[in-house]
Every structure is written in C-alpha cells, then in structure tokens.
T-cell receptor
Framework: GAGVSQSPSNKVTEKGKDVELRCDPI?????LYWYRQSLGQGLEFLIY????????KSGLPSDRFSAERTGGSVSTLTIQRTQQEDSAVYLC???????????????????FGAGSRLTVL | KNQVEQSPQSLIILEGKNCTLQ??????????LRWYKQDTGRGPVSLTI?????NTKSNGRYTATLDADTKQSSLHITASQLSDSASYIC???????????FGKGNQVVVIP
C-alpha cells in the first residue's frame, strides 16, 4: 500500500485479556519495526524484523509480548494477559532497507503508521 | 540516561513567529539524525535526515542544523503556522546498528 497501515486504531480491553495488533508495511519494505509510545515518553523500541526473521527482539518488555511476520509483509504484535501498564500507543514502522545497509537516502526514511492506541482497564 | 535529550520540552508561540528546538545526543558512532513531526493521534512523519557531513538541511519552513562535533542539532521553524502545532522528535541512529535512539520530543503549540 501507499503507507503503513495499522489496526485497530483504538483498542480497549480488560486486564488479563489477550490482544493482537496488526501492521501492514509499505509494499517491498524489508525492515519492520514495532515501537511503544507512552504518554509523555519517547518511543520505546520493541522488536525489529528483517524479512520474516527477528534479529533483534530485545526490546520486548516481557514474555507476554510476542510478534511475528509472515510473507515478509504483515506483522502481528500479540500481548497476552494484558496489564494496565501495557496501555500505550503501539507504532509500527517500515523501511526499504535495514539501517545497517547503505543505500539511497530515500531508502533511509523510516515510515510510521498512525499507531494502535491500547487502553487496558 | 537517555541518549537523546530535547529542549524545551514544550513551548507556545504566536502564529507567524519563529522558534528553534534543540536536540543533544550521545549516540556513538554517529550515523545520521532525523527530525520527525508527530501530529496528535498520528504517527511520526519524517522532516529531515542529516548525515555526518551535512550541517544544514531545509524542508520548506523547517531548517535543521547539525554539529557532529558537539553532538547537537536544532530545528528552526520559520513563520510558524497553526498546523505546526505538533511534537517534534529527534531521532539518532548509530553506525551499523538497527536501533534508533529517540528523544521525548518538543511539544509545540502555535496560537493565533
């Protein structure tokens, strides 16, 4: 697609429930990132995909968080047994190439989706 | 300690006035620095990207500067408009590293 699409845009859930957040990156972008943005805080790195593999998932805050990417395209971030502190905006971003690879400057731009706002009651 | 510090945290300016946002970083080895604009309820949108050898880069009324020696960057907004009200995020990447270091953002409010 023309941009990075995320769904749902808003999700309200009860503590203890599982949630799935979806990211559809720009077609052809090999690198995909998940970030979390809490109120008044900077973006917090969660996980990075290159193709379908996740060479860096060190940002996932606990084993309740997991993510996968299939077909080198759509990615799903799953939060199990949600807690109130999980409430945040979850942002997905994609890039043509990974940061560690040089290339045209336009390929360096990380394009973000609008985010999925999660509220855990 | 955050590797990217931005100041001021927030500011209010009158429409038509100029303002300058500051970003100091400690990321090393430095690869590039980006300024993003994030409107309320939207994802960040790239304004500029600067590499080590670039000192100034403009995008319309936005001008970014970079001093890689002092590890400082600024974003200057000229003749501000109401639509400039947003959070401006400074993002720094390290050479050979897929992680990015994000500042907490400068929250700008432009009033008529």
């Amino acid at each position: 697609g023309a941009g990075v699409s995320q769904s749902p845009s808003n999700k309200v859930t009860e503590k203890g429930k599982d949630v799935e957040l979806r990211c559809d990156p720009i077609s052809g972008h090999t690198a995909l990132y998940w970030y979390r943005q809490s109120l008044g805080q900077g973006l917090e790195f969660l996980i990075y995909f290159q193709g379908n593999s996740a060479p860096d998932k060190s940002g996932l805050p606990s084993d309740r968080f997991s993510a996968e990417r299939t077909g080198g395209s759509v990615s799903t971030l799953t939060i199990q047994r949600t807690q109130q502190e999980d409430s945040a905006v979850y942002l997905c971003a994609s890039r043509l190439l990974p940061f560690s690879v040089g290339g045209p400057s336009g390929a360096n731009v990380l394009t973000f989706g609008a985010g999925s706002r999660l509220t855990v009651l | 300690k955050n590797q990217v510090e931005q100041s001021p945290q927030s500011l209010i300016i009158l429409e038509g006035k100029n303002c300058t946002l500051q970003c100091n970083y400690t990321v090393s080895p430095f690869s590039n620095l980006r300024w993003y604009k994030q409107d309320t309820g939207r994802g960040p949108v790239s304004l500029t990207i600067m590499t080590f050898s670039e000192n100034t880069k403009s995008n319309g009324r936005y001008t970014a500067t970079l001093d890689a020696d002092t590890k400082q960057s600024s974003l200057h907004i000229t003749a501000s408009q109401l639509s400039d009200s947003a959070s401006y995020i400074c993002v720094v990447s390290a050479e050979g590293n897929n992680r990015l270091a994000f500042g907490k953002g400068n929250q700008v409010v432009v009033i008529p």
